[in-house]
């Protein structure tokens, strides 16, 4: 099977701009994660969908950041606007029902605020 | 709240040797997941193994295998004939087994930087 599918795979901005990151999860699963991860640290949860509802966005900076998951498939990521401490690996994650292990994981969005 | 430690920020071994990672968790919960990620410079996290707390069997998947100890709260990751793809940051996790959507959230240790000596 296919596996999830992010893009871009990098990304330098300046701050006070926006980004957008993409994903599509494998087909069928129902649950959709966006994983902030910041270097030498482990993955931190910003949002998760089941098919294009929110489940928990309780990290989620909602000042600057956004979500939406149309259609309950892909999914979209936006910063704006972007922070210096916004730098870092952005990871989607997606698994067949919320109750279901494991995540599968993209290979992520290393972003760049300068 | 779960929480899961990794105390070892950063481990080397030569290739072919066997080398182990060590995991400690925090809960008051009986019924749990834990796992073990791979996570290359790619930037891919991969699972490499997983534990479903009520099975006492340690699990092993080919190279890999854990020690689960439950009373101790203990779940350490062996890497047998180690290899240079081997080489990764490597990420414990926990993972309720029960409960509404919002609790299956994976509890992230901080990693630990696995180095193969050629």
């Known amino acids: 099977e296919a596996g999830v599918a992010q893009s871009p795979r990098y990304k330098i901005i300046e701050k006070r701009q926006s980004v957008a990151f993409w994903c599509n999860p494998i087909?069928?699963?129902?649950?959709l994660y966006w994983y902030q991860q910041i270097l030498g640290q482990g993955p931190k949860l910003l949002i998760q969908?089941?098919?294009?509802?929110?489940?928990?966005d309780s990290q989620l900076p909602k000042d600057r950041f956004s979500a939406e998951r149309l259609k309950g498939v892909d999914s979209t990521l936006k910063i704006q606007p972007a922070k210096l401490e916004d730098s870092a690996v952005y990871l989607c994650?997606?698994?067949?029902?919320?109750?279901?292990?494991?995540?599968?994981f993209g290979n992520g969005t290393r972003l760049t605020v300068t | 709240a779960q929480t899961v430690t990794q105390s070892q920020p950063e481990m080397s071994v030569q290739e072919a040797e066997t080398v182990t990672l060590s995991c400690t968790y925090d809960?008051?919960?009986?019924?749990?997941?834990l796992f073990w990620y791979k996570q290359p410079p790619s930037r891919q996290m991969i699972l490499v193994i997983r534990?479903?707390?009520?099975k006492q069997q340690n699990a092993t998947e080919n190279r890999f295998s854990v020690n689960f100890q439950k009373a101790a709260k203990s779940f350490s990751l062996k890497i047998s004939d180690s290899q240079l793809g081997d080489a990764a940051m490597y990420f414990c996790?926990?993972?309720?087994?029960?409960?509404?959507?919002?609790?299956?959230?994976?509890?992230w240790g901080a990693g630990t930087k696995l180095i193969i000596k050629p």
């Open positions: 994650a997606s698994s067949h029902d919320g109750g279901t292990p494991p995540l599968h």
């Open positions: 087909s069928g699963h129902a649950t």
């Open positions: 969908f089941q098919n294009n509802g929110v489940v928990d």
């Open positions: 809960t008051s919960e009986s019924d749990y997941y």
């Open positions: 534990q479903e707390a009520y």
């Open positions: 996790a926990y993972r309720s087994a029960r409960g509404m959507d919002s609790n299956y959230q994976l509890i």
